[in-house]
């Protein structure tokens, strides 16, 4: 397991963008020892050409060198380990081979969001009743049923409380979680987590720059254990129970499955993604949040980017391929997919120049141009996917937050609620999204202590709620995070609830709504919200947020390109 932490410098520091029925393991053949051409076992995605059998390929690749580590037959995707120099190339001249890779990233979870998007550090001094233990709502904020949710303004945003008099969603509803993992022992987490159906489908010692040693047998954590944090924040925002502690859900009754992807440090493999997806179709999963952002790519280009080489073009041809098939495979057999919109403050249609990629497994970053037109920004971007944008307590596209001026290309869908650091006076930590977060990770960065107390570091940005079971203790812990990664699960919960609300029978024992049905209920029933200047114009955000992170909004109330066809909106929804 790998914890890094990022400080925030003077001046604004950008989010770094990022991001089993089919998958049949094979057993391992001896590897090609080292030797002349050979170098380090490495991790390589070879896809079959349509039609190809993906376990006749499998066994030409061994031939070739490789130690088949599994085969998912859904998309014909075989993961291997070679020791031979360049096998990528080499796995591209076979037969029967449309495209191959290293076992590329394709995605990021953002680390410590509020740090990194704070234009100075954040952590400064007191904030009210935002800040360190409580029993209640903050002052002035109507109660509900759990104690932490008077300080959830997202909620209120998307009229979640008001939603739950008709539904709070249903077990037979299930929710996907492709994240870092989810701590399925969190309090608000263990009454809906779905140990059964969870999986995990990253290995810590994939790469050692990830995740360091090995914390389980195989290397391989159990289904229930988030080292990251970020994909237990986004758990909750989606369905933490309403039990009387700490903060509920916008589904609180839903059943949440990890479907992991990303390693400990936060980064999705190719590999891992692409089983999370297939798997999530063939278990029937009817939402998938996806709160991560493309890696090492920035963009991904078909034939790559005017100044990338001919094995980076290859493999994001790759990368393209098999996410496309993945993402396809899962909508076809009934997943809803919510995605982030991203972090990068950036106009998706005409994209500044990528000076950031690859930031992994090549020779570093060079300058890219991107066509807006043509390169994708994924998993957002990719085929049948809700796009989402993030809005602050007072509705403004929060300052991070990528849009679009081309209301044509199909990459944004909705808005909901991410949190602004700088939305409203005075700045603090409560114009964040509050949900829950693992006790081992807030120990392991210094915000809570040995024995279980909020240290002065994480004053304001972590919270603590008890209660009594049984005549013991028991304790849940909560962070403070913005980003996209927040906003997306706030749509997901709201996509779950139109499933428990509208769905029905679709075969013998099962329950769900398709997700074309879903999605279009969704926007069709989000609340409206107009451009800042109208019907356009440049929305100039206030200092100390520089003029750089300015945003051209394009379009209507009806649809505009910082909040598509408008801000989620969960008892219009379920209405």
Known sequence: MRRSRTLAATGVVALATSALA???AIAAPTAVPAASGHGPAKSYVVLAEKGTDAKALARQLTRAGATV???NSAIGMVTVRSTVTGFAAKARSLKGVEAAADNSVVGRAPKDVP??????KPRNGAVGAASGQGKGAAAGKKTKMDPFDGLLWGMDQIDAPEAHRITMGSKKVRVGVMDTGVDGSHPDIA??????????FTNDADDPLFDGTCDYAGCVDPADVDDDGHGTHVAGTIGAAMNGLGVSGVAPKVDLVNVRAGQDSGYFLLGPTVDALTYSGDVGLDVVNMSFYVDPWAYNCPGGAPEDTAEEAANQDAIIEAMN???AYAH??????VAALGNGHDDLANPRTDTSSPDYGFDGPHPRTIDGQACVDLPVEGPDVVGVSATGPSERKAYYSNWTTDLTSGEIEVSAPGGDFYDGTPRDPANLILSAAPLHVLQANGDVDANGDITPAGEGFVKKDCRTEDGEEVCGYYQYLQGTSMASPHAAGVAALVVAAHGGKTGPGEFGLAPDVTAKILMDTARDKACPNGDGGVYSYAAPIPASYNATCVGTADFNGFYGDGIVNALNAVS
């Open 332 to 337: 076809d057999r009934g997943v809803t997919l």
């Open 325 to 327: 098939r993945a993402l």
């Open 69 to 71: 580590e599994s085969v």
């Open 115 to 120: 740090q990194q998007m704070a234009v100075e």
């Open 22 to 24: 089919a998958t049949a």
């Open 191 to 200: 009454p809906n987590f779905d140990r059964r159906l969870s999986r995990n």
